[in-house]
């Protein structure tokens, strides 16, 4: 929903994301998976202010990421996610939006119901220095039916989360949690900052409610509230033209997953 802009502004955004990824069988000679993502942003300004004007519009995103994980021993695991992908405003070029990076993290299963380790991220950025930030895995089955786990959550797109699941019984699974998120894009030849960068950064706190139908189709409804807003224009060779902060947003999702 809409969000004030310090500076007098206002904007919302509509996202729509598709997601297929191929995994492994259980016993896997080679534990490697395939994900395939498109997002699509959708952007609308209005008021006053540097970004009541509309620096940008439509934003789409393409990735690539090949999630891996392998035992390591008994106790051991490792966790590694190399990715690759373009983001841009519509009308750019999309080779002119591509960044790379990856997640690597290992977990040590201390007992059957909790797995703790180290991991860290590291994403390419454009016309900017990458971006590190550390993780600390978790995977801990609190009951049968509650456990926390680090994770991606709903709508993820750069950062770090956490996550509470509660599952009262076989088709219902409750969750609360947060993540950062950051999404950096080339803007197109045209408006303020011909080619140059738009960036849009928050800390979402959303809840979760997924209802299995059948046996491999989910239903699920969030959500939240976006708050740390940040919303950045620079231009092509990455110089900052204008920041502003945002006010903390709602937002709604609906969501399928669909196992073949």
């Given at each position: 929903?809409?969000?004030?802009?310090?500076?007098?502004?206002?904007?919302?955004?509509?996202?729509?994301?598709?997601?297929?990824?191929?995994?492994?069988?259980?016993?896997?000679?080679?534990?490697?998976?395939?994900?395939?993502?498109?997002?699509?942003?959708?952007?609308?300004?209005?008021?006053g202010g540097?970004?009541?004007?509309?620096?940008?519009?439509?934003?789409?995103?393409?990735?690539?990421?090949?999630?891996?994980?392998?035992?390591?021993?008994?106790?051991?695991?490792?966790?590694?996610?190399?990715?690759?992908?373009?983001?841009?405003?519509?009308?750019?070029?999309?080779?002119?939006?591509?960044?790379?990076?990856?997640?690597?993290?290992?977990?040590?299963?201390?007992?059957?119901?909790?797995?703790l380790g180290?991991?860290?991220?590291?994403?390419?950025?454009l016309e900017?220095?990458?971006?590190?930030?550390?993780?600390?895995?978790?995977?801990?089955?609190?009951?049968?039916?509650?456990?926390?786990?680090?994770?991606?959550?709903?709508?993820?797109?750069?950062?770090?989360?956490?996550?509470?699941?509660?599952?009262?019984?076989?088709?219902?699974?409750?969750?609360?949690?947060?993540?950062?998120?950051?999404?950096?894009?080339?803007?197109?030849?045209?408006?303020?900052?011909?080619?140059?960068?738009?960036?849009?950064?928050?800390?979402?706190?959303?809840?979760?409610?997924?209802?299995?139908?059948?046996?491999?189709?989910?239903?699920?409804?969030?959500?939240?509230?976006?708050?740390?807003?940040?919303?950045?224009?620079?231009?092509?060779?990455?110089?900052?033209?204008?920041?502003?902060?945002?006010?903390?947003?709602?937002?709604?999702?609906?969501?399928?997953?669909?196992?073949?």
């Amino acid at each position: 929903f809409d969000g004030d802009i310090d500076d007098g502004g206002h904007y919302r955004v509509d996202r729509a994301l598709l997601e297929a990824r191929v995994s492994p069988g259980r016993r896997p000679t080679l534990p490697i998976a395939l994900s395939f993502g498109y997002r699509f942003d959708g952007y609308e300004f209005g008021g006053g202010g540097a970004f009541g004007a509309g620096p940008w519009g439509n934003v789409h995103s393409l990735r690539a990421s090949i999630p891996i994980f392998f035992p390591l021993g008994e106790r051991w695991h490792v966790i590694a996610v190399p990715t690759i992908r373009t983001t841009v405003e519509e009308g750019a070029e999309f080779d002119d939006g591509i960044t790379g990076g990856g997640f690597v993290g290992a977990g040590y299963r201390i007992n059957e119901r909790l797995s703790l380790g180290p991991g860290f991220g590291y994403l390419t950025q454009l016309e900017d220095d990458p971006s590190w930030f550390p993780v600390l895995v978790v995977d801990w089955e609190i009951t049968p039916t509650l456990s926390l786990k680090t994770g991606q959550g709903l709508g993820a797109t750069q950062g770090p989360g956490v996550f509470l699941e509660w599952k009262p019984d076989p088709c219902w699974m409750l969750s609360f949690g947060g993540r950062y998120e950051r999404n950096r894009f080339r803007l197109d030849d045209h408006g303020v900052a011909p080619r140059g960068i738009g960036e849009e950064s928050q800390f979402a706190l959303l809840a979760t409610a997924r209802y299995r139908l059948r046996e491999r189709l989910t239903l699920s409804a969030s959500v939240g509230v976006s708050f740390l807003g940040e919303l950045r224009l620079e231009d092509r060779w990455g110089n900052r033209l204008f920041r502003e902060d945002a006010d903390p947003a709602p937002f709604v999702g609906l969501g399928l997953n669909w196992e073949l």
